[in-house]
């Protein structure tokens, strides 16, 4: 797919110049370079900026606000040669702690008395389509890297505490010297067809009317071809004959990479899985453009940002290819 790459979260050619990161004295120049500036997430909130929330709300390093991290920073790499950090400050404590902490959308913004007043912690999922493809880029990474971080504390050998190393690459057992590795977690996302229809699903709890392509994690000794058509037939009992891979997406809600593939239905009937979805559907293309249009009472569309609404808006555009 030849705009593969214009997807949200797609990918803005950042130097992440891991070369440097089992370098510490190499890190510590960097750190100290004058455009070297800081990103801080809290509890999985990137610090975002400007009113509209719709930038990295950068920080100098050595800032107040990054005196909250109990652990070294992630190095990110290098924005036109400007060094870019993460630090994660999940320790700091806002004067109003929110109940919608944790949510699959929580639209509270926490301010940060020592930041500049435009500067809030804010839901990711709020802010991705606005960022600049370079900001999206380094935001996602620092948001999946410091969420691993967080879960991944201890050695999954013997137990032991780990300690960051390769500039927060890695994490490295003092215990019994295993070396950890961040996680990515293959899924594949599907844009299957029938002539002019394209078969969609909604998840039990989405807003009413929602539906989305189906989707499911690869499980270890898996193809992705053979995962998507595993998943299809567990969740919609239907059997794909030819699949392609169309466009990838980093997706870090926690740390998914998204596989996004079509593939070509084989029969029409539908039977679902109620364990695994409430619904699935057949939308034909004109049906399609009213939900993202907004018009059709019945639908509404994927999220915007979501590879699935990039997937299926290049679907009615006939942009595929
Ligand atoms: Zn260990």
Not at 72 to 93: K, Q, T
Not at 124 to 130: D, H, P, V
């Amino acid at each position: 797919m030849r705009i593969a790459e214009t997807v949200t979260f797609g990918g803005s050619g950042l130097d992440r110049a891991a070369e440097r990161r089992g370098k510490p004295e190499e890190l510590a120049r960097l750190a100290a370079d004058p455009g070297a500036r800081a990103l801080a997430l809290w509890r999985g909130k990137p610090m975002l900026a400007g009113e509209e929330r719709d930038r990295a709300g950068w920080l100098p390093m050595g800032h107040a606000v990054l005196e909250a991290a109990d652990e070294a920073p992630v190095f990110l790499g290098l924005d036109e040669g400007a060094p870019c950090f993460a630090y994660d400050i999940s320790d700091w404590e806002p004067e109003e702690m929110p109940d919608t902490l944790g949510a699959f959308f929580d639209p509270s913004q926490q301010a940060h008395p020592d930041a500049p007043s435009d500067h809030r912690f804010a839901e990711l999922r709020g802010a991705m389509t606005r960022l600049t493809p370079r900001d999206a880029e380094l935001v996602a990474t620092a948001k999946a890297i410091t969420g691993w971080h967080q879960t991944h504390g201890y050695c999954a050998r013997c137990g032991a505490r780990t300690e960051v190393a390769m500039a927060g690459w890695q994490r490295d057992c003092p215990e019994c010297h295993a070396h950890h590795f961040p996680r990515t977690d293959p899924v594949v996302i599907m844009l299957i067809t029938r002539g002019n229809k394209v078969l969609v699903g909604r998840s039990p709890g989405w807003p009413e009317g929602m539906y989305s392509l189906l989707a499911g994690f690869v499980e270890p000794g898996e193809t992705i071809e053979a995962a998507v058509r595993r998943e299809v037939f567990e969740e919609a009992g239907i059997t794909v004959g030819a699949v392609e891979y169309l466009a990838s997406q980093p997706w870090p809600f926690p740390s998914s990479l998204m596989f996004g593939c079509c593939g070509e239905a084989l029969n029409d009937d539908i039977t679902i899985d109620p364990d695994e979805i409430e619904n699935a559907i057949w939308v034909t293309r004109e049906e399609m453009q009213d939900v993202f249009a907004g018009t059709s009472t019945r639908l509404k569309p994927a999220r915007k940002g979501a590879i699935a609404h990039f997937l299926i808006w290049n679907w009615m555009a006939d942009r595929l290819d």
